[in-house]
């Protein structure tokens, strides 16, 4: 960030139109002699700005609670009639200027600045009397009340459930047997995270990410309102970047791993049936490529049932219910809207 210069700022008067008069060495109006405002300060044009030498800012200037003079911070009584100041408002400060390299300030438009002000304060009247005449902005509400049945109607759907008399019309059951195989892989890793006991490895370079660096710099020129009728002025810079690839080395290998190979299954439909592992024909435990190992085993013991308006259902449950469990039993079940079964509701009757 380069060494920062003080400007004046330009002012107009509101009462004689005198214009462009300096913010800081005109406290008053050089034509008609009133006081100036700080509300029609503005920022000079590159051809009209006027340094300040060897100024000391203290902070932006307290407008006087009696006669709305600007006083500088540092001061206790108003210069223009004497009232204290310790109840006075700092002067409001216009927003920061900026231009690229190459590019030149234009004058700040104060009357366009001041029409928009003006607008913007008259644009929030008709909301006030709005609110004072309880006037209702109708398409918000209906937005708002439909949005509210939409979830509310979502929340119905997932909640509601009606509880159903049904009796039991079968039984099923199944057992099922994962089955690995050791055998060689194809793989592929960037090569500082390839696996020890990995062969057949082969080399490409490729592209494994990208890094940002540093290319030149990108200058402005800011300008900064102090609130005491200058501004400064100042070159800020940020660094450039530019994206360039970073390469690595990408193996692609064989390593030999257990990997799921098939399923076994046996299912029946009766609770007198004998229910057994299916047989996976494993004759051995070996660790040589091609052999072959139980994995993970599981079992599903499900009820059918049947309810009002013949509605059939099906339910997952424990092994010892599933076994006690007799032909035309009955039991109370939880259905959603959908006639989804809640099957965790699942209750012997009586």
């Known amino acids: 960030m380069s060494e920062q210069k003080t400007y004046e700022m330009l002012w107009d008067c509101k009462f004689c139109g005198a214009k462009k008069n300096l913010g800081k060495t005109h406290r008053h109006c050089p034509n008609c002699g009133a006081a100036q405002d ?9 051809e009209e700005k006027v340094a300040v030498e060897d100024h000391q800012f203290v902070g932006a200037d307290v407008i006087c609670p009696a006669c709305s003079t600007p006083n500088s911070a540092a001061a206790n009584n108003c210069m223009q009639c004497g009232a204290p100041l310790a109840s006075g408002q700092r002067a409001k400060t216009l927003e920061a200027q900026i231009k690229a390299e190459g590019q030149v300030f234009q004058v700040d438009d104060l009357q366009a600045r001041l029409r928009q002000q003006n607008d913007a304060a008259v644009g929030q009247a008709p909301q006030a009397q709005q609110a004072k005449t309880g006037s209702i902005p109708w398409l918000p509400v209906v937005i708002g009340v439909i949005a509210l ?10 909640t509601y459930t009606r509880s ?10 199944s057992r099922e047997i994962r089955v690995e195989q050791y055998m060689s892989v194809a793989d592929s890793a960037w090569c500082d995270s390839m696996p ?12 494994r ?24 002025e100042q070159q800020v810079c940020e660094t450039r970047y530019r994206s360039e690839p ?14 799921y190979s098939r399923s076994v299954t046996a299912d029946g439909v009766s609770v007198n049936d004998r229910i057994e592992w299916p047989d996976t024909n494993i004759s051995r435990a070996c660790s040589s490529l091609g052999c072959e190992r139980e994995e993970e085993r599981g079992e599903t013991y499900t009820l059918q049932l049947r309810g009002s308006g013949d509605t059939a259902y099906e ?18 079940l939880s259905v959603g809207i959908t006639g989804d079964p809640r099957c965790d509701s699942l209750t012997r009757a009586g």
């Open 315 to 332: 339910c997952p449950v424990e092994f010892d219910v599933w076994q006690a469990t007799g032909i035309e039993d009955a039991f109370t």
């Open 196 to 207: 020890a006991d990995a062969y057949s490895v082969s080399r490409t370079r490729e592209q």
């Open 164 to 173: 159903t008399n049904v009796y039991v019309t079968g039984h099923e059951w």
């Open 38 to 46: 700080p509300s029609w300060r503005y920022y000079p044009s590159d």
């Open 246 to 259: 970073v390469y690595d080395d990408m193996c692609r290998y064989n390593v030999d791993r257990w990997v």
């Open 209 to 232: 990410g990208s890094e940002q660096v540093p290319d030149g710099q990108d200058c402005r020129t800011q300008r900064t309102d102090n609130g005491d009728g200058t501004f400064r």
């Open 149 to 158: 049945l939409i979830s509310g109607g979502v929340i119905f759907a997932l």
